[in-house]
């Protein structure tokens, strides 16, 4: 357990399908941060929060659409996927401007 | 934040200490070193920071040259769970505070 939980593990959808993957964090940290990780691939950055407001969107496609609706809570909704967008996802946390990242264990998204 | 440079993959055996080197030419002053780590599916681990000083903590240190073009990470006695990919990152702290990863050293402990 590194304080910052994610939800399901595992997740498997169909295209049509809409679902939405939960991150939570106990440290009393006041970032947040989706990342992607693709088969292969290096770690992409998707969304940054910090102190609850959206501060970047690295050119994500809309049918990814985060939501923290607190300092502790942020959620990855996803609707109409493509089988590209199967990878792990994982968030962390941080305080603003460091030093270090806690990251959850990930949701590994498969999409059919 | 500048870009990094580091070996594709490395081996070292069990109980020896493992070297990882990271170059980062283009660093400017106000940005830090950071190196994590990721162990196979699970996500990114935090294992030590440094801006110009030598570091070290209860994982590994930290050896910056002086001219802070690069640096190298040092495992002092490896371990077959310290197999994994190692990120070298460098970012400013502040508001600006966000890490990049590239791809990383593939570390390989042997028994």
């Known amino acids: 357990e590194t304080g910052v939980t994610q939800t399901p593990r595992h997740l498997v959808m169909g295209m049509t399908n809409k679902k939405s993957l939960k991150c939570e964090q106990h440290?009393?940290?006041?970032?947040m941060y989706w990342y992607k990780q693709s088969a292969k691939k290096p770690l992409e950055l998707m969304f940054v929060?910090?102190?609850?407001?959206?501060?970047e969107n690295n050119s994500v496609p809309s049918r990814f659409s985060p939501e923290c609706p607190n300092s502790s809570h942020l959620f990855l909704h996803l609707h109409t996927l493509q089988p590209e967008d199967s990878a792990l996802y994982l968030c962390?946390?941080?305080?603003?401007?460091?030093?270090?990242?806690?990251f959850g264990s990930g949701t590994r998204l498969t999409v059919v | 934040d500048a870009k990094t440079t580091q070996p594709t993959s490395m081996d070292c055996a069990e109980g020896r200490a493992a070297n990882l080197p990271c170059n980062h030419s283009?660093?400017?002053?106000?940005?830090?070193v950071y190196w994590y780590r990721q162990i196979h599916s699970q996500g990114p681990q935090y294992i030590i920071h440094?801006?110009?000083n030598n570091e070290t903590n209860e994982m590994a240190s930290l050896i910056i040259t002086e001219d802070r073009k690069s640096s190298t990470l040092i495992l002092p006695h490896a371990t077959l769970r310290d197999t994994a990919v190692y990120y070298c990152?460098?970012?400013?702290?502040?508001?600006?505070?966000?890490?990049?990863f590239g791809k990383g050293t593939l570390l390989t402990v042997n028994p």
């Open positions: 962390a946390s941080s305080q603003v401007g460091g030093p270090s990242y806690t």
């Open positions: 440290l009393g940290h006041n970032a």
């Open positions: 929060y910090s102190l609850e407001e959206r501060v």
């Open positions: 283009t660093i400017s002053g106000n940005e830090y």
């Open positions: 440094g801006l110009k």
């Open positions: 990152i460098v970012s400013s702290g502040g508001s600006n505070y966000k890490l990049t």
